[in-house]
């Protein structure tokens, strides 16, 4: 597993970031990873399985947000041991940080990407940090960001791009912001599945895009990015969260042919 992460930088092997928007169950997470883990073996494609042990970014207090903490964390460490896969989680404030010592890569919500202590706090594991930027922030501005961790994690650091606000319930994604955020020297991914979001859309929840995350995806190939981030669901109509922008399993081959053919011409 550490060699996996260790894989992540400039110029060192494209990789996927990809799972479930948030841990579900046991049984939803264990067949999306062996799925993954699976079709990146016949990609020769390094994985790291994401999923969210908690969604504190809730737009209505109904939605769902856990099965509880440790009772998802557990089910992410079943998966580190038992299919050998790096594992990626939010982390939403400094007290998360201690139950998260089984996890690779420590992302920092983009909701938070100017939350100094908690990013100082995540990079004082030496662990990766992912920074996503913010819908809010400039891609200059996420320089600073970075800086925080960078000092502390022995620059491992790497900044993803979601989609930027574009007026009330839409994002809009500025490809120039992969070639601004490469200049800092961290890794850059390209986050397809949220960038297709329709934040707070439907009223009660968000909406989304889903046509558009291969073509986008594409897109950010194309312009240059060292990883993809892709939240995937064996049946997303009934997914927990962010039902409307995950990508079916099903379409995950379809997403990295595309993807590598531009990646590896």
Known sequence: MSELVDQIGIGKRFFLIAGNCVVEDEATSLET??????????????????????????LSGESFSSIGDQAALDILAKIKRDLQLPLLTDIHETGDI??????????????LCRQTGLIQAAAATRKWVNIKKGQFMAPENMEQAASKAAILNHNRVMLTERGTTFGYNNLIVDFRSLVIMKRFGHPVVFDATHSVQRPGGLGGSSGGDREY?????????????????????????????????????????TLLDSVLRIIRH
């Not at 010592?101 to 983009?110: K, N, R, S, T, Y």
């Not at 897109?219 to 039902?243: M, N, Q, W, Y």
């Open 33 to 58: 990873a062996r799925y993954l883990k699976k079709l990146c073996e016949q990609y020769q494609l390094p994985l790291v399985y994401k999923s969210s042990f908690r969604k504190a970014n809730r």
């Open 98 to 111: 201690p139950q998260t010592g089984h996890i690779d890569i420590l992302q920092i919500p983009a909701f």
């Open 213 to 253: 995350i291969i073509p986008l995806a594409k897109a950010a190939a194309a312009v240059g990015i060292d990883g993809l981030f892709v939240e995937t669901h064996p049946d997303p109509s009934k997914a927990r969260s962010d039902a409307a922008s995950q990508l079916a399993l099903a379409e995950m081959p």
